[in-house]
């Protein structure tokens, strides 16, 4: 079946501006996982979801950043007011259930740059 | 938060040539995961570990959870070009989540065929 998608794989954006990424994880996963990817650095856990539910939000590197999912389907990332510090890349996973047994299943990312 | 070194950086090998590669750290691990990541691509889960000493293969590849659940290596037998890409370790560390994964920075792998 289909891998789990992401939306735009590149962004462009200038400093201020907001953006919203997009994953859609594979049918039937109920845990969500988005991860920040900066250059030569190991993946950055952000926020996960179970269900449409995001019980924790430390991950998170500001309060600019948030996340929100619904029908326990397709999540969405939105950064406000980016800074140059944001450019990365954003991988979202997804499992069949919420726990490190069960392996996450990665998107291809999506790029973001501020210029 | 917790740190995983991972070494080395870089590698660059000759098509044939063996492979190692290993993750450290200096607090206990429940589980330890290899990941592979091609350009453009997110990372795909290569072995996983559950259990101290686990010694586990998948094709060419092995990795080890080891004895004192503080590292982990991961060893490429017989590398190919399609070997090319970075390879991630990513662990559960104990006490924490079980659901939150600790990744290393990565090794850079090139295989001159």
């Known amino acids: 079946g289909a891998g789990v998608s992401q939306s735009p794989s590149n962004k462009v954006t200038e400093k201020g501006k907001d953006v919203e990424l997009r994953c859609d994880p594979i049918s039937g996963h109920t845990a969500l996982y988005w991860y920040r990817q900066r250059l030569g650095q190991g993946l950055e856990f952000l926020i996960y979801f179970q269900g449409n539910s995001a019980p924790d939000k430390s991950g998170l590197p500001s309060d600019r950043f948030s996340a929100e999912r619904t029908g326990e389907s397709v999540s969405t990332l939105t950064i406000q007011r980016t800074q140059q510090e944001d450019s990365a890349v954003y991988l979202c996973?997804?499992?069949?259930?919420?726990?490190?047994?069960?392996?996450?299943?990665f998107g291809p990312g999506t790029r973001l740059t501020v210029l | 938060g917790q740190q995983l070194n991972q070494s080395p950086q870089s590698m660059f090998i000759q098509e044939g040539e063996d492979v190692s590669m290993n993750c450290t750290s200096s607090s206990i691990f429940n589980t330890w995961l290899w990941y592979k990541q091609d350009p453009g691509e997110g990372p795909v889960l290569l072995i996983a570990l559950y259990k101290a000493g686990e010694l586990t293969s998948n094709g060419r590849l092995t990795a080890q959870f080891g004895i004192t659940r503080k590292d982990s290596f991961l060893n490429i037998s017989a590398s190919i070009p399609s070997d090319v890409g970075i390879y991630f370790c990513a662990g559960q560390p104990s006490g924490g989540s079980n659901y939150k994964l600790t990744f290393g920075k990565g090794t850079l792998l090139t295989v001159n065929p």
């Open positions: 996973a997804s499992s069949l259930a919420l726990a490190v047994i069960n392996e996450q299943f």
